[in-house]
């Protein structure tokens, strides 16, 4: 089966889920070592802000409650998503921001982030923070509060097979300068993760990258900040990065055609030296063109569907250039997505 992508990237969602669907049942066990960590976040806070602006809160700390390093890598790897109850401008959540754990190894029983005494108070005996800073590790950033009103605040994080599902409270005060207040914070434990963005295979030029991302959901404000990339039922802001750029800079990015093929089923095939991990016989194909940059954002809302839990589905890019290793396209690495539910609404 073969579709083209149109105008609306938005409506290739549709075949996908279709594709989900034949692919349902529980999500395969991931391997890799066993991540353990807790969260201590604020849980309630107020914030003044003049009408209209921004502001950044660092909502807390990351802690390795396990026996093994937690490497940038890990969490790189992972996926997080955040939720308001009433609508945000420029709603954006980030698990690591700067010098956060993106560039940090954490060891057992350190924990690094905000160095607020609300948060280290709810360290136990024997953990230390990595780093005396207050780092912007869990970073959540919006603007345009509407002055004394409040939102609640659902936030996830995953690394490894495990996952986090957090909240907090917050009131927007009619103040007209800066103000962050919190007034109370929480640790909570990582459990066994539903979702699962898993890497299914290696790309054969590592310039061919394929990526979950986190778009927009439905412009601004909305309800989904964006950059959550976790497949959890509700997330209407999940989305595929698709980039080719052989040039390196040296030339403008050429806007190649591509592939996307998607499976129920997996594979692991040879085609003119590059991998296929997917498997072509059951495959839908869709048909697109990279855009300014080298680049494609293919956004692929999430229903809050009960009947999607545990869905799976493996998809990898194929990009036509005469500039590919083969002379032909090149294939990019592979990813086995499982949708869960992870971070109820």
Not at 75 to 101: I, K, M, R, Y
Not at 161 to 179: D, E, K, N, Y
Request: contains cysteine; proline residues 9%; aromatic residues 6%.
């Amino acid at each position: 089966m073969q579709c083209r992508l149109g105008s609306s990237a938005r409506g290739w969602a549709a075949t996908v889920l279709v594709v989900l669907g034949f692919g349902a049942g529980a999500a395969a066990a991931q391997s890799g070592p066993s991540i353990e960590f807790d969260l201590i976040t604020f849980d309630a806070m107020r914030v003044d802000n003049p009408p209209g602006g921004s502001f950044a809160i660092r909502l807390g700390l990351l802690v390795n409650t396990g026996t093994v390093p937690i490497t940038p890598a890990d969490w790189l790897a992972g996926t997080t998503h955040a939720h308001a109850d009433v609508p945000v401008q420029n709603f954006a959540f980030h698990v690591s921001a700067g010098t956060g754990p993106g560039g940090f190894t954490l060891l057992p029983g350190q924990a690094i982030g905000n160095n607020h005494p609300l948060l280290t108070a709810l360290l136990q005996p024997g953990e230390t923070l990595a780093v005396d800073l207050p780092l912007e590790v869990l970073s959540l950033q919006a603007e345009g509060a509407v002055p004394d009103s409040a939102a609640e605040l659902s936030f996830c994080v995953q690394a490894g097979a495990r996952v986090v599902q957090a909240g907090a409270s917050v009131h927007f005060g009619p103040g007209a300068g800066f103000l962050f207040d919190p007034t109370s914070a929480r640790r909570t434990r990582a459990v066994p993760a539903q979702s699962a963005v898993a890497l299914a295979g290696t790309s054969c030029d590592p310039l061919a990258q394929l990526s979950a991302m986190g778009a927009p959901a439905g412009g601004s404000p909305g309800l989904v900040a964006f950059g959550s990339n976790m497949p959890t039922l509700g997330n209407d802001a999940f989305a595929l990065g698709l980039g080719y750029c052989p040039a390196q800079g040296k030339d403008p990015c050429p806007q190649a055609p591509f592939l996307l093929l998607l499976s129920a089923a997996p594979s692991s095939v040879v085609v003119k030296g590059c991998p296929v991990w997917v498997d072509p016989g059951t495959a839908v194909t869709l048909v697109g063109q990279l855009g300014p940059g080298g680049f494609k954002l293919l956004p692929a809302p999430i229903p809050a569907n009960p009947a999607l839990l545990g869905a799976a589905v493996s998809v990898q890019a194929a990009f036509l250039s005469h500039a590919a290793p083969n002379g032909m396209f090149a294939s990019s690495n592979a990813l086995r997505i499982t949708i869960g539910n992870d971070c109820e609404l």
